[in-house]
């Protein structure tokens, strides 16, 4: 089963990236399968990237996602 989120240093390494590259990328909505977001009264940024989105963008699947894989319910 796939992650429901990818972490930064695990993204960073796939695309041959810097981890703080990456993070701009994400703030600045330069790429689609990351989101940036600070809550209220905080100064540090946290991250969301989705795998499914990631793979479709790069065709890298990272996290457990299999683009193939059958979901059923």
Known sequence: MAKGNLGIEETAVALGLDKQTLRILIQQGVVD?????????????????????????????????????????
């Open 33 to 73: 399968y990351g989101r940036a977001y600070k809550l209220p009264g905080s100064k540090r940024w946290s991250y969301l990237i989705s795998p499914k989105k990631f793979y479709e963008e790069t065709g890298v699947a990272l996290g457990g996602y299999e683009p193939d894989a059958v979901v059923r319910h």
